[in-house]
């Protein structure tokens, strides 16, 4: 009884003990069936909880990324003034200083002045909406999604100079390609006695990009900068500044130096103005997913309660003969913890594996369901990007790991703790 009771906690006869009742047949008093579905349902529960953080930090990084890619991390307007003819405006006259003086702050890596507008585009009687940028062909070169590294792109974008530059659903839409000409309508031309007669230019398709979403791709359309102020009428003056940061995630930082460097007149608008609700929404998505899925590997964890119970009821007789023979109530509490930490220690693994292997493979998962569907699993136009990204990231998986390893260990507590209370004479009055 000394020795027992100076046996040092988790020794090799707990483990042996533990195994040996894990091992043995169900008609011996071994591993109930219950187990065997704590087992399933955690791996279950954890291999969803692994896949559903992975999605929702992929579909987060593609969805900035894309953002931040190909749009503008800050623009800079100016505010409504009156100008020397009496009528108020908001065009840039003196957009190169400004643009100058943007570069100038510490963190800004691009300041390009812009002239925007919406025009309808045509080509063989087929029509859509475009929204037309102009910049200049250098300060195109830089813009990542566009010009850099698109998803796919088509044509040369040195070329930009000599034509226009679409997105790969404009030219869908128009039924376009390289080297085609289409022609663009605004509404908003020159002025006679009989109205305002709309203004339209015929421009060779020079390149055509991919940005990876659906509503640039769909909408947006590049001009060289001179050849919009043209069109546009804006000659000698720019619509706004198009500004580049160093750290995006902390562009909020940067309003006050940007502000202060184009002066009273100036105003911004940072991506996260534009995107912000949105960004909160997925967080609160995935905190809510977050709660929902732990409650499911609490549920599974709950589980080894049960196949616990049955396994302290058939193995009554075991424990009364250890009890007798000297072995302390903590030892008996240790046999039965081992045995349902096993459980949550390999559901969790398996569960891991799954989940990071589900992860990895989920194009040509989402292929197949695409393809028992007959299509249609995943529409770029409702979710904005082509394809269901998903980024394991270590944080993510010691999140699910912790909660379910910290689940099954609580939970086998107390069934371990009844089968160490067990009065050994009572376990043995029947035998």
């Known amino acids: 009884m000394d020795a027992a009771k100076t046996t040092k906690p988790f020794s090799r006869f707990e483990w042996k003990i533990a195994f040996a009742y894990l ?10 069936v219950m187990t065997w579905i704590s087992l399933i349902g955690i791996t279950l529960a954890v291999a969803a909880l692994i896949i559903t953080l992975a999605v929702r930090t992929g579909f987060r990084s593609e969805f900035v990324d894309t953002i931040l890619g190909s749009n503008a991390h800050v623009t800079v307007y100016s505010s409504i003034y009156v100008t020397e003819e009496g009528t108020t405006s908001r065009k840039i006259a003196d957009y190169d200083d400004w643009a100058e003086k943007l570069r100038a702050v510490p963190g800004v890596t691009r300041a390009a002045p812009l002239v925007r507008g919406q025009v309808m585009a045509s080509s063989r009687g087929t029509n859509a909406g475009v929204e037309v940028y102009g910049i200049a062909p250098e300060d195109l070169m830089t813009i990542p999604r566009v010009a850099i590294s698109p998803d796919q792109h088509w044509g040369d974008v040195t070329r930009f100079s000599e034509g226009i530059a679409i997105g790969s659903g404009v030219a869908r839409d128009l039924g376009v390609t390289v080297g085609d000409k289409i022609k663009i309508i605004s509404p908003d031309g020159a002025k006679t006695a009989f109205g305002t007669s709309p203004r339209v230019s015929s421009f060779e398709v020079v390149y055509v990009f991919s940005a990876g979403r659906y509503d640039i791709d769909k909408t947006r359309a590049y001009l060289p900068f001179s050849e919009a102020q043209t069109f546009f009428n804006r000659a000698g003056t720019a619509d706004e500044i198009e500004v580049m940061v160093e750290h995006p995630e902390a562009v909020d930082d940067m309003a006050i130096p940007l502000l202060q460097a184009v002066g009273e007149r100036g105003m911004i608008w940072t991506w996260r103005d534009a995107s912000g609700s949105f960004l909160r929404a997925l967080d609160i ?10 409650v499911l590997v609490l549920i599974a964890a709950m589980n080894i309660v049960s196949g616990l119970i049955m396994l302290v009821k058939n193995k009554g007789r075991d424990i009364g003969i250890l009890r007798t023979i000297g072995l302390t ?4 509490l240790r046999v039965f913890f081992i045995c349902g930490a096993i459980t949550g220690v390999l559901g969790t693994l398996f569960g891991v594996i799954l989940g990071a292997l589900f992860a990895t493979y989920i194009d040509q998962v989402l292929s197949f369901v695409n393809w028992l569907n007959g299509g249609g699993a995943w529409d770029p136009s409702i979710r904005g ?5 998903a980024e394991l990231r270590g944080v993510d998986i010691l999140k699910a790991v912790s909660l379910s390893l910290g689940l099954s260990f609580i939970v086998t507590i107390f069934p371990a703790r009844r089968a160490a209370r067990m009065n050994p004479v009572e376990a043995l009055r029947y035998e």
């Open 329 to 332: 109530e903590g030892s008996i």
């Open 385 to 389: 990007i082509y394809e269901l990204p």
């Open 285 to 294: 998505e995935d905190n809510v997913m977050f709660v929902i899925l732990s």
């Open 23 to 32: 091992r043995a047949r169900r008609e011996e008093g071994g591993v109930s």
